[in-house]
């Protein structure tokens, strides 16, 4: 028998129940990161957009752990601001997401990590290749920004934005990886598929052997099929993904 997942709790007095189910959803996204080994400690973020509020955004307070993360401890911060650690939250991370957030209206989430597969996959000169299904989604749909230091500086938020473009993710060049949708479902499906694929292409480059790359024109239909399934019927895993948080600490909805 399905377990159903729980209902968010009330909004407190002051947040709206849309922003509250925001924060619930993205705090639900820093702890499925951690449950699949993505997070950094304290470092690196994922950020939502507030709904009736498009100049502000929700990220974790700088010192937390992801799996510390809950809809109630998360910041609150205006992208035209200019933030660092002293107002609790990353400098870098407010760099980057709050213009990401800024620059492309149509995105409400976005999740950017540093693990070693990633980076492994950054690294490379050819980027990622279309030789699996989970590398199809990506198909003309990821940009490449060339390293440029630690995310600190305000002006490299134009450099990323043009590097992205209309894309669903971003490989950011001897850094990381960064992933956007217009859901917390959609960005943190977009990043699992990601991961996946840059797995699977380092485990194939690894043997040495030719590998099959895919047409064009089939990888083209693939990555149609997937946006077609993400605005769809694709969002019927979130609950999933949610019930299976549920099972081992629901805390993230406090």
Known sequence: MIQHAKIAPSAPTGISPEEWQTRVDLAAVYRLCAHYGWDDVIYNHCSMRVPGEPGKFLMKQHELLWT????????????????DEKSGVNRPGFTLHGGVLKGRPDVNCAVHVHTETGMALAGLKHGLRMVSQQAMRFYQRVGYHPYDGITEDFGERERILKALGQNRALILHNHGLLTVGKTAREAFILMKYLMSAATIQLKMEATGDALIEIPAAICEK?????????????AADWPAYLRMLDRFDPSYRN
Do not use: F, P
């Open 222 to 234: 693939v990555a149609a099929q997937y946006q077609a399934h993400d605005s769809g019927r694709g």
């Open 68 to 83: 510390e993360v809950t809809a109630s401890n998360l910041r609150k911060v205006d992208m035209n601001d200019d933030l």
